[in-house]
């Protein structure tokens, strides 16, 4: 008997029905010489620190650094019943080996090891590692299975980036919380450079102070010209009176004919930015949609970071792009398929590019118009990716007046002579009533008159006056390519990841400084809060915490642990050095910052509100009463309960002390009086308070039963 464990449910389900394991039991699935159970997601965490002393319960600087060795890990209570599921099954008799099907990346290797490590397994561990959950791809899988001793490598960076991120997130946390007096202060090893970045372009605008600059136009028939920019209004104006009521004359005419290769494949990133361009989908749901995608087996996996195919796929394309093509309404004849456009083995690591599957052009999604427009962005990419180039001849036409002399005006013109991939990319645009993000750039540049040196022509004389502009300030498409592209110039040629998080961790980057409330959305723009400025003005300058440079570096290490060129322990040491260096430069708050802060000090850290409604049902820590929320004291619990919830201002009631009290205490309290907005009138209930799960609480309602 082999036990598969999947990391959802509906993986392992999918799983399940390949192998033959069809006897649906409390857990799990079984049948066929297989048992098929799941994982949610994380079922087990890294502890808080007070599990490593009871002194660590209360923040003082004076017990800092904080470094467990050994790491103490703790049962997620939400999902303890699912973990002594698996436990049981990975002890069972008939168990022979064990195969890790969650998915097939950092975080999914980490899952599953954490699982295994904790039920103290010993059975022959095996790897399923697919990029489809397409029938065929997982048949594939189960029939190639890998040695799970391949991964360890990639097990340890898993824990390397796991240990880091707490090491770096309680320490500096509790270290500047203490230092400026600021409760639930947090400060991380990717969220902290990010937010970093967000300060600092909002900075450079608030500084920035715009500058005029002028050009001067010379206009003919059919096409203008346009000088350089000059910073003097005087000596623009001199130049312009020099030109005006002369001929100009074509010094120079350039043909040139140019082409646009046709764009790559999807990776996470790009998807997400093109999908916040496009469609305002924030990164976090463009992934949530596309997982989703994944699961139904229309895509591929989405969590890579290459844009590119493997050589042992290309045979297939032709015939998928084939079948994408008359699914789509809005393509035609999709003509020669350039395959090896999109394959190249040395940039594919993990997985491949995204990509839709044979199943994509057989679903209909009229029911989830999210989940289609990002199917259609993925068909529509691989489309044009294997199309032709698109050609065009470009002109330049250099002027001058024959009034002044020695100035050159520059004209350029673009005429399409194949449109080639931009015939897809236009199609799926107008389907969509869209613009790509080129469509403006070309049509500023119009085909130009048939022109030849040294033709003169009377020409107008115009003076145009602008101004420098600032920075822009970031949308969640800037920010994830400026994340992605942070500390690229300072990394070596061939650091295999650069930047700040990867594709898979830099949506949930963002929604962590937005739950924090270190930054907010404000229409398309990501901007700083108050708070979020704080945070980063507490930081000592010549702290490179702040420095997507230092994360990036970071970033690069953990790919080198996985390939074995770097040990765990080496990487956890450099992060421990730092942290306790930061410890030791850090006892005193500088004077010029002992203001920071001062509007939202909340007196001693470690002193408890005054009143205390009852003991969280999920870690059984203290609930209190806060300025916006009943909520738990353990910062890393997620147990809340808004005063402004939608939930009862809908139905025009208070969540009072009372009703909190019942609902944290009792889970449910019977309320009089609710209102129903469908009928206008009120009725009586019973509300009940969810709070399995990692997310914030939910609640439903129970109505008597009528005699």
Not at 72 to 89: A, G, H, R
Not at 266 to 287: P, V, W
Not at 424 to 431: L, P, R, Y
Request: hydrophobic share 35%; aromatic share 8%; charged share 25%.
């Amino acid at each position: 008997m082999r036990l598969v464990i999947g990391e959802k449910p509906s993986v392992s389900r999918a799983i399940a029905s390949i192998v033959g394991a069809k006897s649906k039991k409390d857990g799990y699935y079984e049948g066929n010489g297989y048992i098929v159970s799941w994982c949610v997601g994380h079922l087990l965490g890294l502890a808080p620190p007070d599990a490593y002393g009871e002194k660590y319960a209360k923040w003082r600087i004076d017990d800092l650094p904080i470094l467990p060795n050994p790491w103490i890990y703790k049962p997620n209570d939400s999902t303890k019943k699912q973990l002594k599921t698996l436990k049981e099954l990975l002890s069972r008799s008939d168990v022979e080996a064990v195969i890790n099907a969650c998915d097939a990346g950092r975080e999914g290797e980490l899952i599953f090891r954490l699982v295994y490590n904790h039920c103290k397994c010993k059975k022959p561990m095996q790897r399923l590692w697919i990029s489809s959950m397409e029938e065929s791809a997982i048949a594939e899988g189960i029939k190639n299975l890998r040695k799970g001793t391949e991964y360890d490598n990639l097990h340890q960076a898993a824990l390397c980036r796991q240990q880091a991120d707490w090491v770096v997130g309680m320490n500096y946390s509790r270290l500047f919380g203490c230092l400026y007096n600021v409760k639930g202060l947090s400060i991380g090893r990717v969220q902290t450079p990010t937010l970093a970045m967000i300060v600092e372009r909002e900075d450079k605008i608030k500084d920035f102070t715009k500058e005029p600059f002028y050009t001067i136009e010379l206009v003919g028939t059919g096409f203008t010209a346009v000088s350089e920019r000059f910073k003097d209004k005087t000596q623009t104006e001199s130049i312009a009176a020099k030109c005006n009521g002369n001929n100009a004359i074509v010094k120079s005419v350039t043909k040139q004919e140019k082409c646009t290769t046709a764009p790559k494949l999807y990776d996470l990133t790009t998807l997400q930015r093109e999908a916040n361009r496009l469609f305002d989908y924030s990164a976090s749901d463009t992934l949530k949609y596309a997982q989703n995608l994944y699961e139904q087996k229309i895509l591929t996996y989405p969590r890579t970071d290459s844009r590119f195919i493997t050589e042992d796929m290309a045979a297939g394309i032709p015939a998928l792009v084939t079948s994408i093509a008359a699914s789509l309404p809005f393509v035609g004849n999709v003509g020669i398929i350039n395959v090896l456009q999109v394959v190249n083995n040395k940039k594919v690591t993990d997985h491949h590019a995204i990509i839709p599957t044979a199943e994509a052009g057989k679903v209909n999604l009229d029911s989830s118009p999210a989940e289609k427009n990002i199917l259609m962005m993925v068909c529509a990419r691989l489309l044009a990716a294997v199309s032709q180039k698109q050609r065009y001849a470009e002109t330049v036409i250099t002027v001058e007046s024959m009034g002044c002399v020695g100035v050159d005006f520059t004209a350029k013109g673009k005429t399409v002579i194949d449109e080639g991939w931009k015939v897809i990319e236009n199609a799926f645009m107008t389907a969509f009533g869209k613009k790509s993000a080129a469509n403006d750039a070309e049509q500023d540049e119009k085909s130009l008159p048939n022109l030849t040196q040294n033709h003169e022509y009377p020409a107008t004389v115009n003076i145009k006056e602008g101004h420098t502009s600032p920075p822009k300030s970031f949308t969640e498409d800037t920010l994830l390519s400026a994340m992605e592209s942070a500390g690229v110039e300072d990394m070596p040629e061939d650091a295999e990841r650069k930047g700040i998080g990867t594709p898979a961790t830099r949506a949930e980057i963002i929604e962590t400084l937005l739950r924090r409330e270190y930054i907010i959305r404000k229409n398309k723009l990501i901007l700083p809060t108050e708070k979020g400025i704080g945070v980063i003005k507490v930081l000592p300058d010549a702290d490179s915490i702040k420095s997507p440079i230092l994360t990036a570096q970071w970033e690069s290490d953990l790919k080198r642990v996985e390939r074995g060129e770097l040990s765990a322990a080496e990487f956890i040491t450099a992060i421990s050095n730092y942290v306790s260096n930061a410890v030791m430069e850090n006892k005193t708050v500088p004077n010029d910052k002992k203001s920071l802060f001062a509007s939202v000090s909340n007196g001693d850290y470690n002193s408890k509100p005054a009143e205390i409604l009852g003991v969280c049902p999920r870690c059984n820590n203290d609930v209190v009463d806060n300025r916006d929320m009943f909520s738990c004291m353990n910062r890393w619990c997620k147990f809340a309960l808004w005063k402004d919830s939608k939930f009862f201002t809908a139905k025009k009631k208070t969540l009072t002390k009372t009703i909190a009290r019942a609902l944290i205490t009792e889970g449910r309290i019977f309320i009089k009086g609710l209102y129903s907005s469908k009928t206008d009138k009120t009725y009586d209930a019973t509300i009940i308070l969810n709070h399995e799960g990692e997310g914030y609480p939910t609640y439903s309602m129970e109505y008597e039963k009528k005699q």
